[in-house]
T-cell receptor, first 113, second 114 residues
Framework: QQQVKQSPQSLIVQKGGISIINCAYE??????FPWYQQFPGKGPALLIA?????SEKKEGRFTISFNKSAKQFSLHIMDSQPGDSATYFC????????????FGKGTLLTVNP | KAGVTQTPRYLIKTRGQQVTLSCSPI?????VSWYQQTPGQGLQFLFE???????NKGNFPGRFSGRQFSNSRSEMNVSTLELGDSALYLC?????????????FGPGTRLTVT
């Protein structure tokens, strides 16, 4: 059972454009939703995270939008740059289980110059 | 501070063999988690160790095991390797009490089973 569904699988965006990656979850016990960025040959690195008590969180060019009723959250990358080309993973963690992340399957983002 | 280090970075094994992977957490971090990353299944939680004790385990067969030493370094072992065990094995460390809210991943060990 895939508890966090991520789309699209791959995304190509022009430099300066907006990249949007979506995730949907099933388990309402999830209470922490991070996004990770992974470059080739590296481990995932935390990019930005949100709790369900807020609908949006912005850090620089990266914004998470969260819709609790729809059980969906998304990552928006404004003014996308070639250096943003990486694989992005959404994830979720459950109340009382802050040792474990449940990941989406990832989105390969390519930003063309 | 140095990041999470994993050794070896690449490994090729034959089906039926066993393998041991090593992880050194960030200095001062006592929690170490292991994940398996494959193209088909993405990242899946294997287990988590704290103070030499396995606190939590994911849904993997008993062929996957681990341990943690008194210096917080951790090893994971996979016995009787299968082709499907080919994956990137990631280790992550966290400061005490922070769990997933502050989790730092290593670069991984790429295991290929032939």
């Amino acid at each position: 059972q895939q508890q966090v569904k991520q789309s699209p699988q791959s995304l190509i965006v022009q430099k300066g454009g907006i990249s949007i990656i979506n995730c949907a979850y099933e388990n309402t016990a999830f209470d922490y939703f991070p996004w990770y960025q992974q470059f080739p040959g590296k481990g995932p690195a935390l990019l930005i995270a949100i709790r369900p008590d807020v609908s949006e969180k912005k850090e620089g060019r990266f914004t998470i939008s969260f819709n609790k009723s729809a059980k969906q959250f998304s990552l928006h990358i404004m003014d996308s740059q070639p250096g943003d080309s990486a694989t992005y993973f959404c994830a979720a963690s459950m109340v009382g289980s802050n040792y474990k992340l449940t990941f989406g399957k990832g989105t390969l983002l390519t930003v063309n110059p | 501070k140095a990041g999470v280090t994993q050794t070896p970075r690449y490994l090729i094994k034959t089906r039926g063999q066993q393998v041991t992977l090593s992880c050194s957490p960030i200095s001062g971090h006592r929690s170490v988690s292991w994940y398996q990353q494959t193209p088909g299944q993405g990242l899946q939680f294997l287990f988590e160790y704290f103070s030499e004790t396995q606190r939590n385990k994911g849904n993997f067969p008993g062929r996957f095991s681990g341990r943690q030493f008194s210096n917080s370094r951790s090893e994971m072992n996979v016995s009787t390797l299968e082709l499907g065990d080919s994956a990137l094995y990631l280790c992550a460390s966290s400061p005490e009490g922070r769990g997933v809210y502050e989790q730092y991943f290593g670069p991984g060990t790429r295991l290929t089973v032939t």
